[in-house]
């Protein structure tokens, strides 16, 4: 006994327990898939025609009833809130509603297992097009912040303890590098799903003589079609490669967030939050919350336990298709829109930050970040590197004792420690002579930083235009 617009009911007697109705419809979430749907609709019903089962005339109707449903979703959006138990079933019952039989026609040797497959690549493409806007545009806004402060020191940590002076801008553009890691991997994840499903069946195979090859093509796949119907409909890996990039992006992002909430405290003070970024506190008048980097952070997370869920969903499952596959949406796309929204809002919260370029630099100065260069100068006049370290780090205890850096050690205290030493210590441990030593590829000196923001512009207008890497740097090294 077959519902008003159900796909399915013909040896059912019974209708379904409402709660169960409820339960497996996925309308409310795979709604979004409605003009995807209505792309496969056509091709597909292209693809009978070719075959001999609609003729011009009927196809020219089925195209006509498409069209007349995509233009009204246009002007209304496409419904999540309709009865209908997916997507599918609501599409067949509009087409059915604007050109009769005809629309009943055209599942023809096709299945929703095929269709939900293909409907949801298509719109995959569509929405890694956005994530990759948002890694450049946040790519973008650190690549400024770099030109900005190329040249402006600020102290380095490793293990949150200060180690040795780095600029802003190599800083800003070490997060760059990791984010452009993200936009290849996200690249790569669409490359995989590139390959046509539709026209597979349900499981076995379509026995309708379709040209999958142009079916394929129609429909924008450049890898042709899926070569293995079972493994068609029941694959999800590159959902599991989608959600590995976002999860990526979205840990780095909650990196980037918390190097940027630290930078923030009081105990730092190397930046400050503009209001647009930040919110007071609804008990402490004085408090100013870094508050958008605190939910980039967090929303990490969820982003996190969304891979897991996919990998869960598919781990153990029979081929082909079984309905745990219908949770993947619900799985996917709220962790996509997360994504989204966090690349959006780190950068936003990257355009609102002013670095304090003046006590930045006075901090790179301090707490005997220029130990290693000591070391380095003591190597220069012939002691070995252990031996220096070993020197150079007595020179600190001592300097820590009288409160001075260690360019600032009396002159008898100098002499004793570090009699090797030669020349001006105030000129070589000066916080730009350590940055400056720092030229080879890599690394923070000034110089070598304006190099890499100008790489980084090039970058960034290749990929505005739809390019990849424009090549090599200005010493002329590939990258
Ligand atoms: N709504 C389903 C999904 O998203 C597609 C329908 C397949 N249903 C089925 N009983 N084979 O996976």
């Keep these: 006994m077959s519902q008003p617009g159900q796909l399915w009911g013909g040896r059912f007697q019974g209708g379904l327990d409402p709660a169960f109705a409820e339960f497996q419809r996925s309308l409310p979430q795979d709604h979004v898939l409605g003009f995807a749907d209505l792309e496969v609709n056509l091709a597909w019903s292209e693809a009978l025609a070719a075959a001999g089962l609609f003729t011009a005339d009927e196809l020219a109707r089925v195209r006509a009833a498409i069209e007349d449903l995509a ?104 997060h760059v590098e990791a984010l452009a890691r993200d936009r290849q991997r996200l690249l790569d994840a669409l490359s995989r799903m590139d390959q046509c499903p539709l026209g597979s069946g349900a499981l076995a195979g379509t026995t309708v003589p379709v040209d999958r090859a142009a079916l394929a093509a ?38 980037l967030a918390e190097d940027y909430v630290f930078f923030a405290t009081q105990e730092a003070r190397f930046l400050h939050f503009g209001d647009a970024v930040s919110t007071g506190s609804s008990l402490m008048p004085q408090k100013r919350n870094p508050d958008a980097m605190e939910l980039v952070r967090g929303k990490a997370a969820r982003v996190q336990g969304a891979l897991l869920a996919m990998l869960g969903t598919i781990k153990g499952l029979p081929l082909a298709y079984n309905r745990d596959l219908q949770t993947d949406k619900e799985t996917l796309l709220p962790a996509l829109a997360e994504t989204e929204a966090c690349l959006h809002v780190a950068a936003l919260a990257v355009q609102h930050a002013s670095f304090d370029v003046a006590r930045c630099a006075a901090e790179a100065g301090k707490g005997y970040q220029n130990a290693t260069d000591l070391a380095d100068l003591l190597v220069a006049q012939g002691v070995p590197f252990r031996d220096a370290h070993a020197l150079a780090g007595a020179a600190v205890n001592r300097a820590v004792e009288l409160g001075v850096e260690l360019q600032d050690l009396p002159p008898g205290e100098r002499q004793r420690l570090l009699p090797q030493l ?44 739809g390019g990849e890497d424009p090549g090599s740097d200005g010493a002329g090294e590939a990258r």
């Design 422 to 465: 030669r020349g001006d210590l105030t000129r070589e441990l000066s916080v730009s002579a350590v940055l400056a030593r720092r030229a080879a590829t890599g690394g923070t000196a000034p110089a070598r930083v304006r190099a890499e923001v100008e790489r980084w512009q090039r970058q960034l207008t290749a990929w505005a235009v």
């Design 71 to 174: 233009a009204h979703w246009a002007e209304h959006g496409v419904p999540a809130d309709d009865a209908a138990e997916d997507v599918h079933s609501l599409v067949e019952r509009e087409l059915v509603a604007r050109c009769g039989d005809l629309g009943k026609r055209i599942h023809t040797g096709r299945s929703r297992n095929d269709q939900v497959a293909t409907d949801l690549r298509l719109y995959l493409r569509e929405r890694i097009a956005g994530l990759l806007e948002g890694i450049q545009d946040l790519c973008a806004a650190l690549v400024g912040k770099a030109g900005a402060h190329a040249g402006d020191p600020m102290p380095g940590y490793t293990h949150l303890q200060r180690a040795q002076p780095i600029t802003i801008g190599h800083h800003a553009l070490a």
């Design 218 to 255: 129609q429909l924008g796949f450049g890898g042709g079609p899926c070569r293995n119907s079972l493994d068609a409909t029941a694959a999800r890996d590159h959902l599991c490669e989608l959600l590995f990039a976002c999860a990526m992006a979205t840990t780095h992002l909650s990196r």
